[in-house]
């Protein structure tokens, strides 16, 4: 007589797994707590999956949901200025190679990003919202311009830009006095 050998039984997690969990009595007197719904068995889950459908929106809501979006991508380089001026604080305004460095970021991000207007609002726009677009990409626009602007006063107080006279004396003619001090013959 051969012995058949049995399969070991199955680890606990897999009872456990398989069994619907065990719910401790609920004592009457104290309330479950605000939004708790508790837990479905899997024929409950099952059943409500199938009777809850979820509707599709209708186009004007979606237009609108895709203007909302538009509308936080136009905003989004000013919610980031104020981490850049600080950003430009710390720096200092003498010449490293950190705050030239932020600095070409500070001029590269808003170009590039006024250069690839059209790709950026691509996906937001159709036949039905292309005319309430106008504003968003005016804002992000003049938000980007927001964000050239923080980089030239930063390259002004780094002393880079020429806005003194002494910067341009290269180009300044020499002064023709019409009255001296002493006379000429002497000189």
Same mark, same amino acid.
């Given at each position: 007589?051969s012995?058949?050998a049995q399969?070991?039984?199955?680890?606990?997690?897999?009872?456990?797994?398989?069994?619907?969990?065990?719910?401790?009595?609920?004592?009457p007197?104290?309330?479950?707590?605000?939004?708790?719904?508790?837990?479905?068995?899997r024929?409950?889950?099952?059943?409500?999956?199938? $009777?809850?459908?979820?509707?599709q929106?209708t186009?004007?809501?979606?237009?609108?949901?895709k203007?909302?979006?538009?509308?936080?991508?136009a905003i989004?380089?000013?919610?980031?200025?104020?981490?850049?001026?600080?950003?430009?604080?710390?720096?200092?305004?003498?010449?490293?190679?950190?705050?030239?460095?932020?600095?070409?970021t500070?001029?590269?991000?808003?170009?590039?990003a006024?250069?690839?207007? $059209?790709?950026?609002f691509?996906?937001?726009?159709?036949?039905?919202?292309?005319?309430?677009?106008?504003?968003?990409?005016?804002?992000?626009?003049l938000?980007?311009?927001?964000?050239?602007?923080?980089?030239?006063?930063?390259v002004?107080?780094?002393?880079?830009?020429?806005?003194?006279?002494s910067?341009?004396?290269?180009?300044?003619?020499?002064?023709?006095?019409?009255?001296?001090a002493?006379?000429?013959?002497?000189?």
């Amino acid at each position: 007589m051969s012995a058949v050998a049995q399969p070991p039984p199955p680890p606990q997690w897999v009872l456990d797994l398989n069994s619907p969990p065990v719910t401790k009595p609920k004592n009457p007197s104290i309330p479950d707590p605000p939004g708790y719904t508790p837990a479905l068995t899997r024929k409950e889950r099952a059943i409500s999956s199938k $009777q809850s459908t979820r509707k599709q929106p209708t186009s004007e809501e979606t237009n609108t949901l895709k203007i909302k979006k538009a509308w936080e991508l136009a905003i989004a380089p000013a919610k980031q200025l104020p981490m850049n001026a600080f950003g430009m604080y710390m720096t200092g305004n003498s010449l490293q190679i950190f705050s030239i460095f932020m600095v070409f970021t500070l001029f590269k991000t808003p170009v590039m990003a006024v250069l690839n207007l $059209q790709k950026t609002f691509a996906p937001f726009e159709n036949p039905e919202t292309s005319g309430r677009l106008i504003p968003v990409k005016i804002t992000y626009i003049l938000c980007n311009m927001l964000m050239l602007a923080l980089g030239i006063w930063k390259v002004n107080a780094m002393g880079l830009l020429p806005t003194t006279r002494s910067d341009w004396l290269a180009w300044e003619a020499e002064r023709d006095w019409s009255e001296r001090a002493i006379p000429r013959e002497w000189l």
